[in-house]
């Protein structure tokens, strides 16, 4: 399996972007999947979490009524769509996933993800 990600840019504080992730390699709708980031000095975090099939998903705090996290099963491609970002989302975004066909719960755990992508940077000015 594997990940690509990319999307990521530099953008003003309120501005948006919108990362995207695409996995080949395996059968893309049997996975649950993820965006995680990490911060300069920081440890990674996972951000949006999408469930098998999309029945389900998951956003930190941080991110929650800011960010969207989708799926396109016919494209093989996760999205993330953040809105009004702002400098401490300054971060590397990583797409993850992990093979939870028939299982409606997003994953929200790092190390429950086995495959990941290269991440992309996303820098937000303020």
């Known amino acids: 399996v594997q990940l690509q990600a990319s999307g990521g840019g530099l953008v003003q504080a309120g501005g948006s972007l919108r990362l995207s992730c695409t996995l080949s390699g395996h059968i893309f709708a049997g996975y649950a999947l993820g965006w995680l980031r990490q911060a300069q000095g920081k440890e990674r975090e996972i951000v949006a979490a999408v469930s098998w099939r999309g029945i389900n998903t998951y956003y930190s705090a941080s991110v929650q009524g800011r960010f969207t996290i989708s799926r396109d099963d016919a494209r093989s491609t996760v999205f993330l769509r953040m809105n009004s970002l702002k400098p401490e989302d300054t971060a590397v975004y990583f797409c993850?996933?992990?093979?939870?066909?028939?299982?409606?719960?997003?994953?929200?755990?790092?190390?429950?993800?086995?495959?990941w992508g290269q991440g992309t940077e996303v820098t937000v000015s303020s």
């Open positions: 993850a996933a992990s093979w939870r066909e028939g299982i409606a719960v997003p994953i929200t755990t790092e190390f429950d993800y086995n495959s």
